[in-house]
């Protein structure tokens, strides 16, 4: 992870305001207004896609593969994640959607929810072993181990080792495509994830999970969307059917994964801010204190994955629509084969702490930065207004003391320099006025001083 | 190193739902300035106790955190009730909390017990019906 995190989220300078409302909503303050338009931190940007929901004038967007892509791959395995099914109106039948999956050139079509069941299963044997630390938190949510990564150093140990359901569904999907068709070679293969959200996209181009990415191709689940609605139309009763049951289903809404560990001791959480607001308190809580809390699963979209930032439906329609399609379905068709987790399914390190937030690796500097940045921000307005590019005053301070910005950007103080400026020159203006006109005419000064004041 | 840095912060007392932020806001100056995880885990959890005992007992009240060159202070003043038996205030599951605020799941009776024990050194400067003042330290 030292290298350079690559970002899903990129900003259409052109359509850029440069208006503070995104400014305002990223959860890391990784927003600038520079030069009129935003400017996203890498370094801090957790890839949540708060900025892409709220921009007024739609000038971020997601980054992703578009479904050209699948020419690069002589077999193409499609990973449609649960949510996906939620997206439809009037679907009975989730065949309808892996049937349309082939009908766009997909080869074969492995469920992500079939794997998540064998998550499911892992955790519940994971979550009763004697040296972990608890509570586990779950790895599903890449903004979420992100965000813990930057800022929960002590927390890092509680995110559960085994991956996420995604890269084990590419993983199982590889192996069938290679046992079923010998002749095929690795890069023959291509595994290709339906994403509802950039925060999955990035995670897969960062290469965060395992040695060897599983999976090749990350598409945006709209896109998909719109080409199985051109497909889907013409179907008759579907040959496919879908393999996964319940268990695998629930995953695309909060507590459909905390459900599924069968203990009551978990805390289910949505929406970035609250998932930031529950860190925060498992942060500075004694274990002790927590109740005897075994499982966290945070989601950072609200919903879950129903509200990611590439989904098209509305997260609580596509939640009842999913309600409706597991109706039938067996609990947890997809169990692993022994009670042994294989290496493959580990992340490939620990979660480590990576302190961005630093001011200096030199703990003197540090020091003397943060007094100039209190005492910068005792001057300031402390109105968070964002006119200076910044999304709070101590934000600013911070800029100003990195040498990102200067003090002059702030409107509020530029505007009482110029209130000053103006009676000063006022003053002025009138005094020089005075000296030479008062010995010749007193009487054709006095309107307009009268004037000016006005 | 240079002079020791200060924050000082206002407890509300009448909020709940804002209480434990002035902690928050102190763990992110420590990672800011980089201390190590461990640290920042002690100051934190000890400051968030304090803080929670200031809102539910005193009404709120002023926390002081003071980074110097060896050592983190942590003074928290309130004007609340006092203390009147400190040892038995620091008996772990003791508390005096209303039935309302254990609901909230708070009051355990650890707030005390969990700052001493995550502080390397804590005095209890207390007067019944004039307030209390808790210093911590945590040395680095």
Redesign the interface.
């Given at each position: 992870m030292s290298k350079q995190y690559q970002h899903s989220v990129s900003l259409e300078v052109e359509k850029c305001k440069g208006c503070t409302t995104c400014l305002k909503r990223c959860p890391t303050e990784a927003i600038r207004i520079r030069d009129g338009h935003a400017v996203i931190q890498s370094d801090r940007c957790i890839d949540c896609g708060e900025c892409i929901r709220v921009c007024p004038y739609k000038a971020k967007k997601a980054i992703h593969d578009d479904l050209a892509c699948l020419s690069r791959f002589k077999y193409k395995v499609a990973l449609p994640p649960p949510s996906l099914y939620g997206q439809f109106d009037r679907l009975d039948n989730i065949g309808y959607i892996l049937q349309g999956l082939k009908e766009l050139g997909f080869d074969d079509v492995f469920e992500v929810a079939c794997a998540a069941e064998l998550v499911s299963a892992y955790t519940r044997q994971y979550i009763k072993r004697s040296d972990v630390k608890k509570p586990v938190i779950s790895s599903a949510c890449p903004t979420i181990t992100r965000m813990i990564s930057m800022n929960y150093p002590y927390l890092c140990e509680n995110i559960m080792p085994i991956l996420p359901p995604v890269d084990i569904a590419a993983y199982l999907a590889r192996e069938k495509a290679k046992r079923e068709h010998p002749e095929l070679t690795d890069e023959d293969i291509g595994i290709v994830f339906i994403s509802p959200c950039p925060s999955k996209v990035s995670y897969v181009k960062n290469d965060f999970s395992a040695e060897r990415n599983y999976i090749d191709a990350v598409v945006s689940m709209r896109d998909v969307y719109f080409a199985l609605l051109d497909v889907m139309k013409k179907q008759e009763e579907p040959f496919e059917t879908t393999a996964s049951g319940l268990i695998g289903i629930g995953w695309a809404t909060t507590g459909g994964e905390s459900t599924a560990v069968f203990n009551d001791r978990y805390l289910a959480a949505d929406g970035i801010e609250n998932c930031i607001r529950v860190l925060d308190q498992l942060d500075q809580t004694e274990e002790a204190d927590m109740g005897g809390l075994e499982f966290v699963e945070l989601n950072a979209c609200s919903s879950g994955c129903v509200g990611g930032a590439m989904t098209v439906a509305n997260p609580y329609i596509a939640k009842a629509k999913l309600h409706t399609l597991k109706r039938y379905l067996p609990v947890s068709p997809n169990q692993p084969a022994s009670e042994w987790i294989p290496d493959e399914f580990f992340f490939k390190s620990s979660i480590e702490y990576n302190p961005y937030i630093r001011l200096s690796p030199d703990r003197s500097e540090a020091f003397r930065m943060m007094s100039e940045i209190e005492s910068i921000r005792e001057g300031l307005p402390n109105i968070d207004c964002g006119s200076c590019g910044a999304p709070t005053c101590m934000a600013f301070a911070e800029d100003i003391v990195k040498g990102e910005t200067t003090a002059d950007e702030c409107t509020v103080i530029l505007k009482k320099m110029f209130h000053e400026y103006l009676e000063e020159h006022k003053d002025r203006a009138v005094n020089e006025k005075r000296r030479p006109l008062s010995p010749t005419s007193n009487a054709s000064d006095e309107p307009n001083e009268g004037g000016t004041n006005a | 190193?240079?002079?020791p840095?200060r924050?000082h912060f206002d407890v509300d007392g009448e909020n709940f739902s804002s209480a434990?932020e002035a902690?928050?806001t102190v763990?992110?100056?420590l990672?800011?300035?980089?201390y190590p995880?461990?640290v920042?885990?002690k100051v934190?959890?000890a400051?968030?106790?304090g803080e929670i005992n200031m809102v539910i007992h005193a009404h709120g009240g002023e926390a002081d955190i003071e980074?110097g060159k060896s050592e983190i202070v942590i003074i928290l003043r309130d004007k609340g009730p006092g203390i009147a038996n400190v040892d038995l205030a620091m008996q772990e599951g003791y508390s005096t909390a209303r039935d309302n605020i254990r609901a909230l799941?708070f009051g355990?009776g650890?707030g005390l017990p969990?700052m001493k024990?995550?502080t390397d050194s804590m005095h209890i400067d207390t007067e019944v019906g004039v307030g209390t003042t808790i210093t911590m330290k945590v040395l680095l």
């Open positions: - | 190193m240079n002079e840095i924050f434990g902690s928050v763990k992110k100056r990672r800011q300035l980089g995880p461990d920042i885990r934190s959890v400051m968030y106790e980074v799941g355990a650890m969990n024990k995550y």
